[in-house]
């Protein structure tokens, strides 16, 4: 079984920054994918950025340029480095494990962009 933990997220003013973090432990086999989705309020949950086992980055069209997405294989965590947040951006977001066979979830961190 793997256990995802978030950390990162808060209260921030549009244009700021936010890093999220995203470690994870246990039986991790066979990993895919490792990435970030986010719900917002009355909104189907959707996916911001994701990295492949090799590295491959993939963003979604409304924060390229905006959102980075990085992986420290050793510690098995994925960060995700949010500038120029706009409001829309608030949402929950969540670390999503893809393996071969199994997918983990974490609980998933908030984060609001208001003045």
């Known amino acids: 079984q793997v256990q995802l933990v978030e950390s990162g997220g808060g209260l921030v003013q549009p244009g700021g920054s936010l890093r999220l973090s995203c470690a994870a432990s246990g039986s991790i086999r066979r990993f895919v994918a490792m990435g970030w989705y986010r719900q917002a309020p009355g909104k189907q949950r959707e996916l911001v950025a994701s990295?492949?086992?090799?590295?491959?980055?993939i963003y979604a069209d409304s924060v390229k340029g905006r959102f980075t997405i990085s992986r420290v294989n050793a510690k098995n965590t994925v960060y995700l480095q949010m500038n120029s947040l706009k409001p829309e951006d608030t949402a929950v977001y969540y670390c999503k494990l893809q393996g071969v066979a199994y997918t983990s979830w974490g609980q998933g961190t908030q984060v609001t962009v208001s003045s």
């Open positions: 990295i492949t086992s090799g590295g491959i980055p």
